[in-house]
T-cell receptor, first 114, second 111 residues
Framework: DQQVKQNSPSLSVQEGRISILNCDYT??????FLWYKKYPAEGPTFLIS?????DKNEDGRFTVFLNKSAKHLSLHIVPSQPGDSAVYFC?????????????FGTGTQLKVEL | EAGVTQSPTHLIKTRGQQATLRCSPI?????VYWYQQALGLGLQFLLW???????NRGNFPPRFSGRQFPNYSSELNVNALELEDSALYLC??????????FGSGTRLTVV
């Protein structure tokens, strides 16, 4: 049972344009969401997070939007840069319920082209 | 500050053998998590250790086991290796519920 889903395995955008990566979840207990970025041969690195009490969190070029009613979140990267090319994982946790385990999606491979 | 370190970087084993993977968390982090990244399957949760005890376990057979030592470092053991155990095994550590720091992983290949 895949509780966190990233339905687009890959995404290609031009440098300078907006990248939008999507993530859906099914577990209503999830109340904390994170995005991680992963380069080949490296471990995932934390990018940005959002609590369920918010619907938007911004950090420089990265913005995460949360739509709780739709159980959907998205990561916007503006403007996209070639160095952003990586696999992006969405993750969720049920913090209030005492959970410490992060449940990850399958990832989206982003390619930013010149 | 040193990050999460994993060893070895690569490991090649024969089917039926045992593999031992090691992880050292960030200093001060008491929780260690193990994840498996098999091809096309994202990051699958394996095990969570905290203060030396196993706190949670993912949907993996009992031949996947591990332990956490008093210095909070951890070992993941995989017995009776099968070809489908070939994957990147990632260790992460954390202080709280708000995200992990990952190591670079151990690439296990079973032949």
């Amino acid at each position: 049972d895949q509780q966190v889903k990233q339905n687009s395995p890959s995404l290609s955008v031009q440098e300078g344009r907006i990248s939008i990566l999507n993530c859906d979840y099914t577990n209503s207990m999830f109340d904390y969401f994170l995005w991680y970025k992963k380069y080949p041969a490296e471990g995932p690195t934390f990018l940005i997070s959002i609590s369920s009490i918010k619907d938007k969190n911004e950090d420089g070029r990265f913005t995460v939007f949360l739509n709780k009613s739709a159980k959907h979140l998205s990561l916007h990267i503006v403007p996209s840069q070639p160095g952003d090319s990586a696999v992006y994982f969405c993750a969720a946790s049920a913090v209030t319920g005492g959970g410490n385990k992060l449940t990850f999606g399958t990832g989206t491979q982003l390619k930013v082209e010149l | 500050e040193a990050g999460v370190t994993q060893s070895p970087t690569h490991l090649i084993k024969t089917r039926g053998q045992q593999a031992t993977l090691r992880c050292s968390p960030i200093s001060g982090h008491t929780s260690v998590y193990w994840y498996q990244q098999a091809l096309g399957l994202g990051l699958q949760f394996l095990l969570w250790y905290d203060e030396g005890e196993e706190r949670n376990r993912g949907n993996f057979p009992p031949r996947f086991s591990g332990r956490q030592f008093p210095n909070y470092s951890s070992e993941l053991n995989v017995n009776a290796l099968e070809l489908e155990d070939s994957a990147l095994y990632l260790c992460a550590s954390s202080l709280n519920f708000y995200g992990y720091t990952f190591g670079s992983g151990t690439r296990l290949t079973v032949v």
